[in-house]
């Protein structure tokens, strides 16, 4: 599937947003001066993988679904989710 051009765009805010959620993540920033403390230096390379799915009918809610035979989302993945504030509701 070809992507628009102003979609990537959009998908790469999303990734530059997701960055600065973490960034500004009090917990994180503890964590990494915890590491700085034994005496690291320390770079965190994160990879996003993003799926794409062109709905059939852009009216019929909010665009995501899970077809027959899927897993539910875990709680460790809601989780996982809600601390970059993103809501599955």
Do not use: Y
Not at 26 to 42: H, K, N, P, T, W
Not at 75 to 84: C, G, M, R, V, W
């Amino acid at each position: 599937m070809e992507i628009p051009e102003h979609l990537r765009e959009i998908v790469d805010r999303l990734g530059v947003a997701l960055v600065k959620a973490l960034a500004n993540d009090e917990s994180s920033r503890a964590l990494v001066q915890e590491i700085q403390a034994c005496g690291f230096d320390m770079a965190l390379m994160l990879e996003a993988t993003v799926a794409l799915h062109k709905r059939a009918d852009p009216d019929a809610g909010n665009g995501f679904s899970m077809d027959e035979g899927q897993t539910q989302w875990s709680e460790e993945d809601k989780a996982f989710l809600k601390t970059f504030k993103i809501s599955l509701d």
